[in-house]
Each structure stands twice: as C-alpha cells, then as structure tokens.
C-alpha cells in the first residue's frame, strides 16, 4: 500500500506561481508518480508524468512550458511546479502512483491522493 498527500493548492491570481507537492508513505515509493487534474463536470485530465530516475517526464500539451513535474526519491515526494497559471488550470490537482512507466491515463496509475484544490483568478 502507498499513501500520497498533496498539498501546495491556494488561490492565485493569473499569471502566478504555485508549488504542489505530493508525500508518499507506505511500503514503498512508486517508480512512477503523475498529476492529474480535475475540474467540476469534467474528466479528470492528464497533467505530467515523471520516472523513477526523474530523466524521463512527460506533460499535457495545456500545461508544457509552465509546469514542471520533479521528484525526490529520498523523501519519497513529488513535486508540481506551476508557473504562469491561467483560469483554465482552475481544478482539483492529484497525485497519482504507479508501478508501471509514467504512463498519460488514470487507468496506469494504482494509488490516489485526495486532491489539492488550485483556483485561479483573472
């Protein structure tokens, strides 16, 4: 079992920055983490990917050039860098953990946090 727990979100005006994070606990840490976001109504959408070494990470194309996805393996977290936010990145951020490689669809993930919530204003 992994336990993850984001925290980070707030409420930011357009063009701001924010720093998510995620602490996994449990047996052991994922060689694979992702965030993934959600907004009401909507389906919960693929935001970045990173590797257990970190040398390979992937971004949605909303999201490349404004957040950057990082780990630290010996604190066992995971990190959102969020720059240059826009309204549209209004929702509920997650973290996700999986035994398979970073991986662009909930279904390759195996473990969930609860969510940080991030607002934008414009």
């Known amino acids: 079992q992994v336990q993850l727990v984001e925290s980070g979100g707030g409420l930011v005006q357009a063009g701001g920055s924010l720093r998510l994070s995620c602490a996994a606990s449990?047996?052991?840490?994922?060689?694979?983490m992702g965030w993934f976001r959600q907004a009401p109504g909507k389906e919960r959408d693929f935001v970045a990917a990173i590797s257990w070494s970190g040398g390979n990470t992937y971004y949605a194309d909303s999201v490349k050039g404004r957040f950057t996805i990082s780990r630290d393996n010996a604190k066992n977290a995971v990190y959102l860098q969020m720059n240059s936010l826009k309204p549209e990145d209004t929702a509920v951020y997650y973290c996700?953990?999986?035994?398979?490689?970073?991986?662009?669809?909930?279904?390759?993930?195996?473990?969930w946090g609860q969510g940080t919530q991030v607002t934008v204003s414009s």
């Open positions: 449990g047996r052991t840490f994922s060689p694979a």
């Open positions: 996700a953990a999986g035994y398979s490689r970073a991986g662009t669809r909930p279904r390759e993930y195996d473990y």
